[in-house]
């Protein structure tokens, strides 16, 4: 598995693009276009480019991690 650049949500662009997306996941380019494909992957497009919203994603992350429970 390749490690993240990014070592915290600051650090994030306010748009994320699948390349940084990769990144910021540690998985491969085509592992993250599948991934903005999925149901309820909060992606934006903007023309033909998908993006996601740094604030949208960073929900995305904690419901689905130990980080969204309380």
Known sequence: MKES???SYDELPLFINSETLAK???IS???CYE????????VIYI????V???????????????GGKK
Do not use: C, Q
């Open 52 to 66: 996601v919203e740094k604030s949208k994603f960073i929900e995305w992350v904690e419901s689905r991690t130990a």
């Open 47 to 50: 023309g033909k480019r998908m």
């Open 29 to 31: 380019p085509s592992s």
């Open 5 to 7: 650049v990014y070592k």
């Open 24 to 26: 910021v996941l540690g």
């Open 35 to 42: 991934l903005m494909h999925e149901e309820g992957f909060p």
